[in-house]
């Protein structure tokens, strides 16, 4: 059974660039949340969906973050334009609709803007 | 001040030592605690999780909350090196939106 699928593992980038980050989840799950992990904030809620709606995009940091779910089985992430303290890893979770939520993390994107 | 906070460490023990782990909360009104386990360059996967107040059990591991004080901790026992790991908690804010703790660095040491 696959879990989260997130796309590319890896991404450096000239800052300035535009960056999609995507993401399939587990099939089934009606919930999808993108999470960003540094150092110095630790693992931050972006932006999260409930069958395909976002909900709650209070965490995403400017303009420049953008986030969309054309579909059940798929979601990215865009970054336009992309800038150096944009670098982080970016995970992709899911999970079903139940008031206790266990969501299961993606491998992540490690984002690195020169 | 942050919802979770928990203090990053890192925390390095002997290999058969009593682990603890802690993170205090800012909201009363929180209810659904969990402990998240994330290996080195991989995601975060569940490890346990506990409603309101008391402990839950599973295996080595030991969850516990207090809610009087708004504590949450994680213990394990017989510690392993497999068990090195960066531990994360959670609360549930509103429905499903989950706020993290900083995350404690743990290294079981053979």
């Known amino acids: 059974d696959a879990g989260v699928i997130q796309s590319p593992r890896h991404e450096v980038t000239e800052m300035g660039q535009e960056v999609t980050l995507r993401c399939k989840p587990i099939?089934?799950?009606?919930?999808l949340f993108w999470y960003r992990q540094t150092m110095m904030r630790g693992l931050e809620l972006l932006i999260y969906?409930?069958?395909?709606?976002?909900?709650?995009d209070s965490g995403m940091p400017e303009d420049r973050f953008s986030a969309k779910m054309p579909n059940a089985s798929f979601s990215t992430l865009k970054i336009q334009p992309s800038e150096p303290r944009d670098s982080a890893v970016y995970f992709c979770?899911?999970?079903?609709?139940?008031?206790?939520?266990?969501?299961?993390f993606g491998p992540g994107t490690r984002l690195t803007v020169l | 001040q942050k919802e979770v906070e928990q203090d990053p460490g890192p925390l390095s023990v002997p290999e058969g030592a009593i682990v603890s782990l802690n993170c205090t909360y800012s909201?009363?009104?929180?209810?659904?605690f969990m402990w998240y386990r994330q290996y080195s360059r991989k995601g975060p996967e569940l490890l346990m999780y506990?409603?309101?107040?008391g402990n839950k059990e599973d295996g080595r591991f030991t969850a516990q909350v207090d809610k009087s004080s708004k504590y949450i901790s994680l213990f394990i026992r017989d510690s392993q090196p497999s068990d090195s790991a960066t531990y994360l908690c959670?609360?549930?804010?509103?429905?499903?939106?989950?706020?993290f703790g900083q995350g404690t660095r743990l290294t079981i040491n053979p």
């Open positions: 979770a899911s999970g079903r609709d139940i008031s206790y939520n266990e969501q299961f």
């Open positions: 099939s089934g799950h009606n919930s």
């Open positions: 969906f409930n069958n395909n709606v976002p909900i709650d």
């Open positions: 909201n009363s009104a929180f209810q659904y």
């Open positions: 506990t409603y309101s107040s």
């Open positions: 959670a609360t549930i804010q509103g429905a499903q939106k989950l706020v």
